[in-house]
């Protein structure tokens, strides 16, 4: 198994950022992929960005692209998401999850930090 463990959030004002981390322990394996997610009240979970095992391969949705940056630092077994010129919008519980080099799914989820974006 492998415990994720999510840092960062706060409150900030619209235009601010944060920079979140995720800390892995347990049965931790470079060649993960890691993904950050956000859920807001009343709405699905969603894949706002994720990094392959190497980082030389990332996502972002596209509502987050150019302002949202995903790395890793494989040593440390930590995954960061630095999110710039924030809006009201991205408020939401972000987790941090984990999949296997042979799975397509995630199956390893933190507990979610808060970011919440005033006007």
């Known amino acids: 198994q492998v415990q994720l463990v999510e840092s960062g959030g706060g409150l900030v004002q619209a235009g601010g950022s944060l920079r979140l981390s995720c800390a892995a322990s347990g049965r931790t394996f470079s060649s993960d992929t890691l993904g950050w997610f956000r859920q807001a009240p009343g709405q699905e979970r969603e894949l706002v960005a994720a990094?392959?095992?190497?980082?030389?391969?990332?996502y972002y949705a596209d509502s987050v692209k150019g302002r949202f940056t995903i790395s890793r630092d494989n040593a440390k077994n930590t995954v960061y998401l630095q999110m710039n010129s924030l809006k009201p919008e991205d408020t939401a519980v972000y987790y941090c999850a984990a999949r296997r080099v042979t799975q397509n799914e995630y199956n390893y989820w933190g507990q979610g930090t808060q970011v919440t974006v005033s006007s």
């Open positions: 990094i392959n095992w190497r980082g030389a391969s990332t």
